[in-house]
């Protein structure tokens, strides 16, 4: 393999272009990116970036120096793939073939209806998360926070910590739809302790002002006065500019169990969707942890194509993380379809818990707010895919 193009220049693409390197690819190696920032962190937008307490130099990932041969090709979306020839389109029509192509162009908010108003914001980019801190610097801003996945939840949070007034709209509960309702309720509950006006089982229906947003309209006819408004509603694969190139696309780039798309092409991070053999069914993972592994096994995957040693199946357990109110909130393992959710160590009240989620007979994820080093415990044991009976014993 003599060239290797990278799309997306962010976290799977820089821990993908450091293990082409490390794994002894010394050809040429492109990475391009839409943004015109070099690499970045995306955790901390929602949180240091977003209350301003740390300034946009702060968020830079290291690149190694092994990439200084690199060619960055940033504030440079590519347009289009042609997947047999392995053909990016780029920039102003420019088109060019490589060897090997790993696609890591991640993910964008979802926004709604009328929404292009000021004071309406995302937070997915740097750019994103500045405007979000100039305007939550107005005095005396009041913020309406629409969704309350993770992203949501944390926006929430950092307009508390800087004392603003919150109302945080949900239709179930937070995060229902990943952790179930009993601990969504119990984070509903934390927000609220911390002066979050949580309402839940209603949603937005129409954003409104003259010259920038004004207030929200919600659909149990209520009105919120509103100053700000953060859309915390998830996200969608970045794969329109894959359309017709050939790959599978179905919510995500549709990968094999080694994160292989087609030859010489593979895909990592937020935009791969693949089977991972643990839970039994395609799927996407918005972590960071993920972005950073699986970028690594797919690069491996790729090299394996110019003879390099297969790294086999990618079947990690997933790990993901989010801070709120100075509490760190982590969830190992997948807890979707679960038959049983329960609290084993601490409570809510306590703002301190352990919680294990039961499908059938097998432990198959953990959850905890504040409670690190008991987590670690179970995020061990998942590897190898525990009794319920055995995650209750260790208890
Ligand atoms: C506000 C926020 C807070 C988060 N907090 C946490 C957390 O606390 N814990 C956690 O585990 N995870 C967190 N995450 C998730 C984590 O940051 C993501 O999972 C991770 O960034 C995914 O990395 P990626 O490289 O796959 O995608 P991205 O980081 O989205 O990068 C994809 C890049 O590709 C670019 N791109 C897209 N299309 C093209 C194109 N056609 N041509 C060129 N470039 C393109 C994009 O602009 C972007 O720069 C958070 C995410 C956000 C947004």
Redesign the pocket.
């Known amino acids: 393999m003599k060239s290797i193009a990278i799309?997306?220049?962010?976290?799977?693409?820089l821990n993908a272009a450091e293990t082409l390197r490390r794994e002894g690819f010394n050809g040429r190696l492109v990475l391009?990116?839409?943004?015109t920032h070099r690499p970045y962190d995306?955790?901390p937008?929602?949180k240091e970036i977003a209350r301003g307490d740390w300034p946009p130099e702060k968020i830079a990932l290291p690149v190694d120096a092994l990439l200084d041969d690199a060619e960055w090709k940033l504030g440079c979306?590519?347009t289009g793939l042609d997947a047999a020839g392995r053909t990016l389109t780029y920039g102003d029509g420019k088109s060019e073939s490589f060897d090997g192509i790993v696609i890591?162009?991640?993910?964008a908010p979802r926004r709604l209806p009328g929404t292009d108003i000021q004071g309406v914001h995302v937070?997915?980019t740097l750019d994103d998360a500045i405007a979000l801190r100039d305007d939550l610097a107005r005095p005396g801003c009041r913020v309406v926070v629409v969704g309350a996945g993770f992203?949501g939840q944390?926006a929430a949070a950092s307009a508390r910590k800087l004392d603003l007034a919150v109302t945080m709209l949900e239709s179930v509960a937070p995060a229902a739809h990943v952790l179930g309702a009993e601990i969504g309720g119990i984070i509903a509950d934390m927000h609220r302790r911390h002066g979050v006006d949580v309402r839940l089982g209603v949603a937005a229906a129409a954003f409104e002002g003259a010259k920038r947003l004004e207030r929200v309209h919600l659909s149990d006819g209520s009105v919120v006065a509103a100053d700000v408004a953060i859309l915390g509603i998830g996200v969608t694969p970045?794969t329109a500019?894959l359309e017709g190139s050939g790959l599978t696309i179905d919510n995500g780039v549709v990968c094999d169990e080694a994160c292989f798309a087609a030859p010489g092409i593979v895909a990592a991070?937020?935009?791969a969707r693949w089977p991972n053999h643990r839970y039994g069914e395609l799927r996407r993972v918005?972590?960071?942890?993920n972005?950073v592994r699986q970028a690594e096994h797919a690069a491996k995957r790729l090299l394996a194509e110019a003879g390099g040693v297969h790294p086999g199946a990618y079947a990690p357990v997933p790990w993901?993380?989010?801070?709120q109110y100075g509490l760190k909130m982590q969830l190992v393992g997948s807890p979707v379809a679960h038959d049983e959710v329960r609290i084993v160590f601490g409570s809510g009240e306590e703002e301190r818990f352990v919680a294990l989620y039961r499908r059938g007979d097998r432990l198959v994820a953990a959850m905890g707010l504040a409670a690190t080093g008991k987590l670690l415990k179970f995020r061990k044991m998942l590897e190898n895919d525990p009794s319920w009976d055995e995650a209750l014993a260790a208890v």
């Open positions: 799309v997306g220049a962010s976290l799977a693409g391009f990116g839409d943004e995306r955790p937008l929602s979306p590519v890591a162009t991640g993910a937070v997915r992203v944390e970045n500019w991070g937020d935009v918005e972590h960071w942890d972005a993901f993380w989010s801070d």
